[in-house]
């Protein structure tokens, strides 16, 4: 008689990460037009040229840049005795910046967080390269199927059924007819980050360990 074993298995592998990249914002506000978007063209100006002077995109400490146009808009604000107030500018600008020295990142948000007034930091995106992602994927992918090979084995040493042998195998969630796979691989990351608020300490990012995961179903006989 041969018994049917359908189990589950995954596998989990933490990297640090080798990129990060930090999304930022320029902006200002004020009651008229022009002087808030030159304050801000002359920001992104400087903040350019920052990143210009250590970009390179074989070796960093910068492997990419990009910028938005500088959008422009206004509100009429109202105040708590619910009386719209005068006409309020503003301008903002996007730039988002991949740093490969994790260190050179943090002296370049905080030396602008410093100086430049309309400067906020949106986040930091922390990743791995694509060869390391694609191997650490494809690694845990392998230690998946493996937890579900053991997990099925040790089913059928339990009931003295002997050696199991694969007869299906699939993502997860698509070995049952008309469902749909669930997150097969995923990849994780967190950001722990304190800004200083006085002039004598420094922005501090400390980045936790990528998650990458792989989940599959596996069916087995034995017996």
Known sequence: MVTEITVRGSYSAFQPPERATARVTLGFEGPEMQPVYDRVTRDLESVKASIVEIHD?????????????????????W??????????????????????????????VGG??????????????????????????????????????????????????????????ADAGMLSSGLH???????????????????DAELALSPEDIEVAAVVDGRFVAG
């Open 112 to 169: 602008h967080v410093e100086r430049t007034q309309g400067f906020s930091l949106d986040g930091v995106e922390w990743a791995l390269t694509e060869q390391l992602r694609h191997q650490l994927a494809r690694d845990v992918r392998a230690r998946a199927v493996q937890d579900a090979a053991e997990r099925a084995q040790e089913y059928a040493d339990a009931l003295e059924l002997g050696p199991v042998r694969a007869v299906a195998l």
């Open 181 to 199: 796979p669930m997150a097969a691989s995923a990849e994780t990351a967190f950001m722990r980050g304190s800004a200083a608020h006085d002039s």
């Open 79 to 108: 105040n708590q005795d619910g009386r719209q107030l005068p006409l309020v500018h503003h301008a903002s600008v996007g730039v988002q910046v991949k740093f490969r020295d994790f260190a050179v990142l943090t002296r370049w």
């Open 57 to 77: 995109p074989a070796n960093g400490p910068v492997t990419w840049w990009s910028t938005q146009h500088v959008r422009t808009w206004a509100n009429r604000p």
